[in-house]
C-alpha cells in the first residue's frame, strides 16, 4: 500500500543541490491499471498502481535493461524526465521532482504509514498547493496529456 500526499511548491528550499538526487525516465504502459516503466541510475522498475488517490496498492518488479527497453517502446503518451531530489524532514523525506519534460513543474511527495498520519502532516513553509485529491496533476495525467492541470492551456 502506498500512501502519499504531494503539494506544489511555492519555493525552493535552501541548498537544494547539497541533497542527493537523480534523473528519472518514466513512461506509462496502461491507465486502468496503472502501468509504468521508469529508469533511474543503474535501476529499471515496472509499476502497477491501483485507484486512489491518498492511498492505493502499489507494487514494483526490478527489471534488466533489455526489458525495460523494450517496454519503453510500448510507451503510450509522453515521456517524463526529471530530477528527484531526497530532503529529510523530521522522520519523513520529502522526494521533490523537478520536471523537465513534457513540462517544467516542480512538487513535492511525502510518504506515509498510515492515513492517519498523512492526514495529520503539517508541511514546510515552502510547500505550497496540496495536490493529492486533484486529478491534472499526477504524473500519469502529465505523460498522457502533456500538460498539467484541470483544463488544457489555451496555447498548448
Known amino acids: 500500500m502506498e500512501i502519499e500526499r504531494k503539494f506544489m511548491i511555492a ?27 521508469r529508469r533511474y541510475g543503474d535501476k529499471y522498475i515496472l509499476t502497477i498502481k491501483g485507484k486512489g488517490k491518498l492511498s492505493h496498492e502499489e507494487y ?3 527489471l534488466n535493461p533489455d526489458s ?12 517524463i524526465r526529471k530530477r528527484r531530489y531526497r530532503i529529510p524532514y523530521g522522520p519523513y523525506t520529502i522526494e521533490l521532482d ?3 519534460e513534457p513540462v ?8 506515509f504509514t498510515s492515513e492517519e498520519e498523512a492526514l495529520a502532516f503539517t508541511p514546510p ?10 486529478d491534472g ?7 498522457y496529456n502533456g500538460y498539467i492541470g484541470e483544463k488544457k492551456p489555451e496555447n498548448s
Open 60 to 62: 514494483e518488479l526490478d
Open 125 to 134: 513553509e515552502w510547500f505550497g498547493t496540496d495536490l493529492t485529491d486533484l
Open 137 to 143: 496533476y499526477t504524473n500519469a495525467f502529465i505523460a
Open 11 to 37: 519555493s525552493l528550499p535552501e541548498n537544494l543541490d547539497d541533497y542527493p538526487s537523480e534523473e528519472i525516465e518514466q513512461v506509462y504502459l496502461s491507465r486502468n491499471p496503472t502501468v509504468r516503466v
Open 68 to 79: 525495460y527497453a523494450h517496454l519503453f517502446e510500448k510507451h503510450d503518451g509522453f515521456v
Open 98 to 100: 523537478r520536471f523537465f
Open 104 to 111: 517544467t513543474v516542480t512538487y513535492a511527495e511525502v510518504e
